[in-house]
């Protein structure tokens, strides 16, 4: 009977076990690398991390981890990576913040299988196989979003640039002339709900360069007033425009993005 019982134990750990030894996918574009627990645990370059405070465990922790640098090689400061965990979530993390590394460091914790990291809690679970986690993540102002665990993959994303080459303005430009500024208002806050020369991903508002641009049919008054408060130039109950107060848009901000919008009316691409 014992015996038996043990038996039982000894496979219940048989199959828990693979739970933990684990494969790490990183995808920058250029052909898909997998890493095991076993892979990165024996790397010349794993270093114990302390991490006085930890997101995910909220409190100290110590990990066996790999500068997550060296991992991603090939990765551009411009790039996006998503960080995908095991359960969905995605994060998307600016590569500039892990390859550039001016002030805080992103680790790959590796949890080994024979030391296994503290449950979360019940409905979490266990953090590993991977996490993300960063030593003196204040100076860059990494923020709690950035701190991936139950890490399943990294994978490059391709920049709005590759997937939308129609919204960029004249590459000629400087990069901090207001055109370009503009266009970085735009991608901000207006791109996630209107399409501009018939690109972009959003299905809500109407598209703001084709067949005519706002700028060629709104008087700039109105049409600035119209940003801060939709209901300002039309008013109707279904309207679903929100307005852009000083705090989400500065005065600064909209020039710019009215001088983008004023540039990609002369820069008009027809489906
Ligand atoms: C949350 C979604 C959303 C965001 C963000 C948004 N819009 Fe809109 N926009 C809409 C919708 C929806 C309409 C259609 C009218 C309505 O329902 O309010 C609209 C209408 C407009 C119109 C009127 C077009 C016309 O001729 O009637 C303009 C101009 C416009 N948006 C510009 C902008 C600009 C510039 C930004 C960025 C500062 C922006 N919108 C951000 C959803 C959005």
Redesign the pocket.
């Known amino acids: 009977m014992i015996r038996a019982l043990r038996r039982l134990c000894l496979l219940a750990l048989w199959l828990a076990l693979p739970l933990h030894a684990a494969d790490l996918v990183i995808d920058l574009g250029h052909g898909t690398k997998t890493y095991t627990t076993a892979q990165l645990l024996a790397r010349s370059d794993a270093r114990d991390v302390t991490i006085p405070a930890d997101v995910a465990f909220k409190r100290a922790m110590r990990y066996r981890a790999v500068p997550l640098k060296a991992l991603l090689d090939g990765a551009s400061p411009g790039d996006t990576l998503q960080f995908v965990a095991s359960d969905g979530f995605a994060a998307q993390i600016s590569a500039a913040l892990i390859v550039r590394a001016q002030g805080s460091q992103a680790w790959l914790a590796v949890e080994d299988p024979t030391h296994p990291w503290p449950t979360l809690d019940e409905i979490k679970g266990d953090a590993g196989p991977f996490y993300v986690v960063w030593t003196d993540p204040e100076a860059m102002k990494i923020g709690p979003e950035q701190w991936p665990f139950q890490l399943a993959s990294i994978r490059r994303q391709p920049s709005v640039a590759e997937r939308f080459p129609a919204i960029l303005p004249d590459p000629a430009l400087k990069a901090d002339s207001p055109v370009q500024r503009g266009f970085v208002v735009?991608q901000h806050?207006?791109f996630?709900?209107?399409t501009l020369n018939g690109q972009g991903d959003a299905k809500?508002?109407?598209d703001?360069n084709i067949p005519h641009s706002?700028t060629e049919y709104?008087r700039e008054d109105l049409?600035r007033a119209?940003?801060r408060d939709?209901q300002a130039l039309r008013h109707w109950p279904?309207?679903?425009?929100?307005g852009?107060d000083r705090k989400a848009?500065s005065d600064q901000d909209l020039d710019d993005?009215l001088t983008y919008?004023r540039h990609m009316a002369g820069r008009k691409v027809q489906p």
Do not use: D, N, V
């Not at 279904?238 to 929100?242: G, T």
């Open positions: 735009f806050t207006c996630a709900c209107h809500l508002g109407p703001l706002p709104l049409f119209y940003i939709p279904q309207a679903r425009m929100p852009f848009l993005l919008l």
